[in-house]
């Protein structure tokens, strides 16, 4: 079983920061991708940032220069930090891990449990 805990979030004025963490654990043997995603009330679930093990990154267009995906592998944890975040930032957060378990050959993928970031203005 592999279990994903995610920290972090809450509300912030225009302008702040944030920091968002998601810990991995259980029957883990190789995590090859980390994510995070972020759902706005009424929006499909979007791509914010991914990473290959802290290797590659990928950001979407809208938080490029403002938000910055980081991992400690091994600890299996990612983190997003969140700088100058604006009303339109304001989601539920969402970690996401690709990885094998050991013992098998077949790669799962994972997702925390949501945190709530709010932005006012």
């Known amino acids: 079983q592999v279990q994903l805990v995610e920290s972090g979030g809450g509300s912030v004025q225009t302008g702040g920061s944030v920091r968002l963490s998601c810990a991995a654990s259980?029957?883990?043997?190789?995590?090859?991708?980390m994510g995070w995603y972020r759902q706005a009330p009424g929006e499909q679930r979007e791509l914010v940032a991914t990473t290959s093990s802290g290797i590659t990154t990928h950001y979407a267009d809208s938080v490029k220069g403002r938000f910055t995906i980081s991992t400690n592998n091994v600890q299996n944890t990612v983190f997003l930090q969140m700088t100058n975040l604006k009303p339109e930032d304001t989601a539920v957060y969402y970690c996401?891990?690709?990885?094998?378990?050991?013992?098998?050959?077949?790669?799962?993928?994972?997702w925390g449990q949501g945190t709530q970031v709010t932005v006012s203005s």
């Open positions: 259980g029957n883990i043997a190789r995590i090859f991708g």
């Open positions: 996401k891990m690709s990885l094998f378990e050991r013992g098998s050959t077949t790669s799962s993928t994972h």
